[in-house]
């Protein structure tokens, strides 16, 4: 299990209790929620890749993003972002390369 630490200014202290409760339950509403659309978004990919590939489908939610990573049907952001960096960089220099000629 991670456990993750933020830290706030006064200000934005002071203003998250003007918005909320607790800091700390809409905090951690807030991650939750969006694990559980993440979650249900590598669900949805693994069923589809599974049914394609003919992969039995796990009998959980957790098992199902386990797959997704393991199989390579999903990446993380970090390396979304490095993927598309480095083929922005790529057709950058084949650019380069044609006006060149």
């Not at 993440?38 to 589809?48: F, K, P």
Request: with cysteine.
């Amino acid at each position: 299990m991670a456990n993750y630490t933020i830290t706030l200014s006064e200000a934005e202290n002071k203003a998250l209790s003007y918005a909320a409760l607790t800091q700390q339950e809409w905090i951690d509403n807030a991650i939750h929620a969006r694990c559980y659309v993440a979650i249900e978004e590598i669900v949805t990919l693994t069923v589809q890749k599974c049914l394609e590939t003919n992969t039995a489908i796990p009998n959980s939610k957790d098992a199902m993003v386990d797959l997704a990573f393991t199989q390579g049907w999903v990446k993380t952001a970090a390396q979304r972002n490095a993927e598309d960096e480095a083929a922005r960089l790529a057709e950058q220099g084949q650019n380069e390369t044609n006006t060149n000629v």
